[in-house]
């Protein structure tokens, strides 16, 4: 009979996925965070390394295993070794990582290698099956991590960020500025127009420059509406940033547009970036336009 743990301080983190979709990327990130990290464990052998020693110096208190498709259909017992590993009063957490079929297929197609599900047979194929097979565990998945828009260093900050600190709050948020002449950036989740605002361009002193320097955001600045607008929009992300996190989502594109992209949009995308650091969330500015 197993004596539930009641006071077991390991912390295990249990990596599957799509295959593709970074965890090995992230599986590395965790030993450079001290985790112990072990690839690729059999499913019938995750109770036994949790039985492992811990708590002492040079045992085993905080490990990542990765656990994939390459495991075949014995990936389908994951679910009840996660439940009962529970049950012992183990700490662990599973972390879901996936991507979109489009991002998967690029990323096959760059490193020329097959799909573990389909040797013989298209990517695309391969990844319904894997699809199919893992939908019992992303359910389950304390995490899901899509990795779409990440690149590998966003996607080990964004690991970094959210299991160093155990911080709730860490999300990739992108704030980008455009000009509406040039089109809607296709990624951009949230998009907010600030025509609306008077335009810096029918200033003479100010068209040189652009949002970024300070005489073009203090004449921005000076019409009562942009300070409204500002504490709004804050106001709403701030709102909504934490229930996009508790749903699941990795990333947040925020996109500022005005005429050419070069005044209004780039104050705008500068200040919000500001707003959101004040309520500790990290963003990274983009000014697609500035330079057109």
């Known amino acids: 009979m197993t004596t539930p743990r009641t006071r077991d301080r390991r912390h295990l983190v249990i990596l599957t996925g799509l295959s593709g979709s970074g965890k090995s990327t992230i599986l590395k990130t965790f030993e ?3 985790f112990y990290c072990v690839d690729n464990l059999p499913v019938g ?5 949790a039985d ?6 040079g045992e085993i208190s905080r490990a990542a295993l990765m656990v994939d498709a390459r495991e ?14 529970r049950r012992d009063g183990v700490q662990a957490e599973l972390v879901f990582i996936e991507a979109s079929d489009e991002a998967l297929i690029r990323r096959f197609s760059e490193t020329r290698r097959p799909h573990p599900l389909g040797h013989d047979r298209p990517v695309r ?31 080990r900050q964004f690991i970094t960020r959210r299991f160093e600190t155990r911080d709730q709050k860490s999300m990739l948020v992108s704030v980008v500025s455009f000009g509406y002449r040039y089109g809607i950036p296709a990624d951009a989740d949230l998009v907010f127009d600030v025509r609306f605002l008077p335009n ?21 600045r000076s019409f009562p509406q942009t ?8 106001g709403l992300l701030v709102y909504l940033i934490p229930h996009y996190i508790r749903e699941g989502k990795s990333y947040l594109t925020i996109a500022f547009g005005c005429t050419g ?17 004040k309520h500790s969330y990290s963003a990274k500015v983009t000014h697609r336009d500035l330079t057109k």
Request: aromatic share 6%; net charge positive; no cysteine.
């Open 45 to 49: 052998l995750i109770r036994t390394f």
């Open 125 to 155: 194929e391969g990844l319904g099956r894997e699809r199919r097979l893992m939908q019992p565990i992303r359910k389950l998945a304390d995490v899901v991590i899509d990795t779409t828009k990440f690149n590998v260093h966003e996607l």
């Open 200 to 220: 810096p361009q029918f200033v003479e002193r100010l068209r040189r420059y652009s949002g970024k320097d300070r005489r073009v955001a203090r004449y921005i």
């Open 227 to 234: 300070d409204e607008f500002l504490q709004r929009i804050g």
């Open 72 to 85: 075949g259909e014995q990936i389908a017992k994951l679910p009840e070794t996660v439940r009962a590993l």
């Open 32 to 34: 450079d965070l001290g």
């Open 52 to 57: 492992l020693p811990i708590g002492g110096e």
């Open 261 to 277: 992209g070069r005044h209004r949009s780039v104050m705008l995308a500068e200040a919000m970036r500001k707003i959101l650091a």
